[in-house]
């Protein structure tokens, strides 16, 4: 899906990134519209990371523009970008206080104490962290931690806030929550954020664009419901999860696992040998050997395997509707 221009965009434009030898960005161009929610997802090593730092200035680009409302920002300081960075660790800076921390960039501008505390009371209100201004980093929570950088990456007014994999530190259950705040954050502030991240739920949850990223190289950038519908690779479809990869007229194609059936032998689409069972609940997920060892998965939600339960090495036919399948391009990378 084409991307609208605003005229305040972020644009990337065939950036690349060498360490000697070593490509870690592969001459990537992409248009990131004002005040969207992005995530840039993949595996580890695949140059989600380095893109963040590249478009915050943390390293150098080794070819290619960036481009922020229609200026090159790629030769610009990170503090002349009108970009702010919220670190993997929050690197919150122990011996100050809260208010401190937010308000340490308007401190380092010569701005008055009463006038950056204003300012930083009002984004701790932001986040619901006013109770905790004079408390120090190592008195909070781990989710409070997040809220806290998050405030200071806020105070500079950023036109994009870049977040690196912001929520690997926190438990699961937190995870979620703070999941829903960033969604509201960005919504109410309605700037753009750029939340790198390997977590595809993670993704699914939060991004109105999704990038996937393998080998320094976009596969695939869409909205999320687009990503899991229709993958254009093989890597997509076996990275998001929920698909079933399989070998068509001589072309892969992708079939998402919660439409595929199983038949009698010799009926269905494509013959296989039941692998694995696992029940999950009211659905059974079968682990399935096809044709030149293709490994497929098949979810059934029928209650009638509970009671003639799949055996192991039995022979079924796995079927599906013409419908549901994506034929796959060969990967990006």
Known sequence: MAAHRTGRDLELVAVQKHYGATTAVAGIDHLVVDGSYVCL?????CGKTTTLRMIAGHETVSSGDIVLDGSRITQLAPAKRGTAMMFQNYALFPH???????????????????QRHGEARKLLDLVDMASFAERLPEQLSGGQQQRVALARALITRPRVLLLDEPLSALDPFLRVRMRAELRRLQSELGITFIHVTHGQDEAMALADEIVVM??????????????FNAPLTEFVARFIGGHNVVEIGGRNAAIRADRVALTTPGQGRM??????????????????RGPAETGLTATISDTAFFDNPLSLGESVGIAWADADIHTLASSAA
């Not at 921390?101 to 009463?114: P, Y």
């Not at 029940?279 to 682990?287: E, I, L, Q, R, Y």
């Open 41 to 45: 997802l993949g595996p580890s090593g």
């Open 96 to 114: 100050l206080n809260v208010i401190d921390n937010v308000a340490f960039s308007l401190r380092m501008k010569g701005i008055e104490r009463e």
């Open 214 to 227: 393998n080998a320094g190289r976009i596969e695939q950038a869409a909205p999320p419901r687009e990503v």
């Open 271 to 288: 013959d296989a040998t039941v692998v694995d069972v696992e029940f999950k609940g009211a659905s059974v997920d079968v682990g399935l």
